[in-house]
């Protein structure tokens, strides 16, 4: 191994050990409470170090997100591969496609509370998540996956209300785990609440 090589493997690890840290600064304390001081503390490097890799701290939490968004991009386009199964696949599949994305957030909490919460992005990030989910859900409608007379903007929010406040509440704190909250999550998803419907209480044009 070449010196160079060394030191771009050192060099790489050095900058995953400060985007580690400020993610879990900035979701501890908050992007504007934390400073370049805290990051490099937590990162055990020196500030000089930081500023080798990025130029600011507005810098590193851009990068965080960007990464953040390539990630959840892929999980947001997950319903696409639910489209050309038969209709008796479609429920696992559904769960899984959950479970895969509640994994994805426990191991990225500090990013998801970053991205979501902190990050200038945050409404820019749900609006294209959401987008994501509505279109897949559109082509899901029209495989006949999804029944009529849902709106299917109201359909992503609510898949992405739900699954982001159920990681928080459950998943975050080790009370459920991804498996048994997919399952639970899907179940409402895919059934709905009530047993019976009277025929009389059809939804509105």
């Known amino acids: 191994m070449s010196k160079k090589r060394g030191r771009t493997e050192k060099g790489e690890k050095s900058r995953h050990r400060l985007m580690e840290a400020a993610a879990e600064e900035f979701a501890r304390s908050g992007y504007h409470a934390t400073k370049v001081s805290d990051i490099v503390k937590a990162a055990g490097l020196t500030q000089a170090a930081f500023y080798l890799y990025f130029p600011s701290k507005e810098a590193i939490l851009s990068e965080l997100v960007a990464e953040f968004k390539q990630q959840l991009r892929v999980f ?48 820019v990030i749900h609006e294209e998540i959401t987008g994501l989910i509505r279109e897949n859900a559109r082509k899901n409608w029209l495989a006949g996956h999804i029944r009529e007379g849902l709106a299917l903007d109201v359909v ?23 498996k048994q909250l997919a399952s639970e999550i899907a179940e409402v998803l895919q059934y709905g609440m009530l047993a019976h419907r009277p025929k009389n209480d059809l939804p509105k044009a």
Not at 84 to 90: C, F, Q, R, T
Not at 98 to 116: C, G, Q, Y
Not at 166 to 174: I, M, Q, T
Request: net charge negative.
């Open 76 to 123: 947001g386009d997950s319903g696409s591969n639910v489209t050309a199964l038969a209709p008796s696949d479609v429920p696992a599949k559904m769960r899984q496609n959950i479970e895969d994305v509640l994994t994805f957030l426990l191991k990225n909490r500090e990013l998801v509370r970053v991205a979501l919460y902190e990050s200038p992005e945050a409404t």
């Open 156 to 178: 992503a929010e609510c898949i992405f209300a739900t699954i982001h406040a159920s990681a928080e509440r459950w998943l975050f704190n080790g009370e459920k785990s991804a």
